[in-house]
């Protein structure tokens, strides 16, 4: 059961999870908490990359429960997390979530590919320090 976990590079400005082959719930636990936990040991910004454009099969089970275990582990530096390339089951199980959560929805944005997804993470931490500008200037 697989589900690989790691910088993308060495500025650790995002960090990306991604199944390699046949996965279960219990290994997405395990890769969950070990991203939270080093992302959380940054104490610096992050965004949480999930590519699913490789070697993804949904499995069945509690998909809101694991959405909701990710969701209540969320350290304040994780700005956001971009879905790469998720298909209409995932995504239809995450806008649930979103309007579940939505702290999920201020956090959860869609790519279409990793380079899109580094775009996208960029424009959410500008959009989040413009916030932060304004809010200082009221």
Partial sequence: MTIEGAWTDE??????????????????????DTAIDTIKATNKPVALICDLTQNFEFHRGDVLGNLR?????????????????????????LNIHMKLRPSAKRRVRFASSMPEAFTVADQRLEELRLNAEELKSV
Avoid: K, Q, S
């Avoid at 082959?21 to 636990?29: K, N, S, T, V």
């Fill in 69 to 93: 275990y990710f969701n209540a582990r969320v350290p304040t530096n994780m700005y956001a997390c971009v879905m790469v390339g998720a298909g209409a089951i995932m995504m239809t199980f």
């Fill in 11 to 32: 500025t650790h400005r995002y960090y990306c999870i991604r199944p390699l082959g046949e996965w279960d719930w219990p290994a997405y636990r395990r890769v969950v």
